[in-house]
């Protein structure tokens, strides 16, 4: 059997992720009506407390289940959910079964990927045992410091006595949802600061490294405003989706910085007509910066990219939905979005009169209602649902990656 939680300074007491949970259960409204119970803890190959999975059951049966952060380093959020009689616990119970294996801890490697740790070995889902490491990190954990802010926010944040208060009860049910749950959020509260000595280099396309140099790529100042645009960050939190040795804090300004240049972003304002042009230079620029030794890490991806201008919403939709299904996040130009509480948007928030943003998740109602999943480039929220019908003037950069090793 799993032993019980031990007390560390990152680890979340379990009433907090119990109502962390419930918090954030409206976001996926297949489990309307489903009550979270039976939370089991979940823990890093290391040993420290990662998340608790809840199992979620309505009418007395199981549906699904969600896997809710109990890790001050890792983001306050429900990090896994799926459909379906089996939880991820009840996969690894079978494992110690054929295992063999009496004393053990559920372990949680990272997205759909699970484990045994029995004393210092790890046993993963395919059977394959190798040694208990010293420190397990988690791709999520790069950006510890501000989950831990977040996770004070919670705290501190006013108690509500009443959830049905707070998140109503939808009416509506789901016809169809999804959300690629691993894109980072990131924003311009974030960025480097501007005022760098050098300028940009005179002409920032050609592939040769000038005089003036690249001396701002990553955390250094910029040799623009501390906000490096919009475009490039939604474009950035596309490529820290492929490219796993990009998401820590140094390289994801450094990332931003390249497609600053790039997308021949001025200021902070980007042209969506240069957009998918900045993905599609992204690979070679780095790879030139990769072999000038500015950045010390190579990119694995090239991107094929291109612009959709779409003549309503309903074909916005269409093409979102498409790419999702396909695991592939891709990036919204507009000139108005309005989110689904009524909390956020643009251009009331100073955003200007275009707003980019990437998208990463879709759902529909059978009252007709549709929503599309962004992070905002904004710190309040990371992330917003939508509503497709707010959506004015769209403009879509599809963003397929080709893997180059």
């Not at 996770?151 to 789901?174: F, Q």
């Not at 920032?204 to 005089?211: A, K, M, R």
């Amino acid at each position: 059997m799993t032993a019980a939680p031990v007390d560390k300074p990152e680890a979340v007491p379990l009433a907090t992720v119990k109502a962390l949970a419930v918090r954030e259960l409206h976001k996926f409204p297949e489990f309307n009506g489903a009550v979270p119970t039976n939370p089991t803890p979940l823990y890093f190959p290391d040993g420290r407390l990662a998340a608790y999975e809840f199992r979620m059951v309505k009418n007395g049966k199981t549906i699904g289940y969600i896997i809710v952060s109990a890790n001050r380093n890792l983001p306050p959020a429900i990090l896994e959910a799926g459909f379906g009689k089996k939880t991820p616990s009840d996969m690894m119970k079978e494992l110690a079964a054929r295992k063999g294996v009496k004393t053990y801890r559920f372990t949680y490697l990272g997205g759909l990927s699970y484990g045994l740790l029995t004393g210092d070995t790890v046993v993963n889902m395919k059977g394959r045992e190798y040694k208990k490491p010293s420190r397990y990190t988690l791709s999520l954990e790069v950006d510890a410091i501000r989950n831990q802010k977040e996770w004070e926010s919670l705290r501190t944040e006013k108690a509500h006595t009443s959830v049905e208060v707070r998140y109503p009860t939808l009416l509506a049910s789901a016809v169809e949802y999804k959300v690629i749950l691993t894109v980072p959020t990131w924003s311009w509260q974030d960025s480097d600061e501007g005022g760098a000595d050098n300028g940009l280099p005179p002409t920032p396309h050609p592939i040769e490294v000038t005089e003036l140099g690249y001396d701002y790529v990553g955390p250094d100042p910029d040799p623009w405003e501390k906000d490096d645009g919009c475009a490039p960050i939604s474009g950035a939190m596309i490529v820290g989706y492929y490219e796993l040795q990009y998401r820590d804090s140094w390289y994801r300004e450094a990332v931003i910085d390249i497609l600053h240049i790039t997308m021949d972003t001025q200021g902070k304002e980007t042209s969506y007509q240069n957009i998918a042009l900045g993905m599609e230079r992204f690979y070679e620029k780095a790879v030139e910066l990769y072999n000038s030794g500015i950045i010390s890490r190579k990119p694995r991806y090239d991107y094929d990219s291109f612009t959709l201008y779409l003549s309503n919403n309903l074909q916005l939709y269409t093409y979102i939905k498409s790419e999702i299904n396909m695991n592939r996040p891709t990036i919204l130009t507009s000139t108005h979005g309005v989110s689904e509480d009524g909390n956020f948007e643009w251009p009331s928030q100073g955003l200007g009169n275009y707003h980019t943003v990437a998208v990463t998740g879709y759902k529909a109602f059978d009252d007709g209602s549709k929503y599309i999943y962004v992070h905002t480039t904004e710190n309040s929220p990371y992330a917003a649902w939508i509503q497709l019908e707010s959506i004015t003037n769209p403009v879509l950069t599809i963003v397929r990656p080709i893997y180059k090793g």
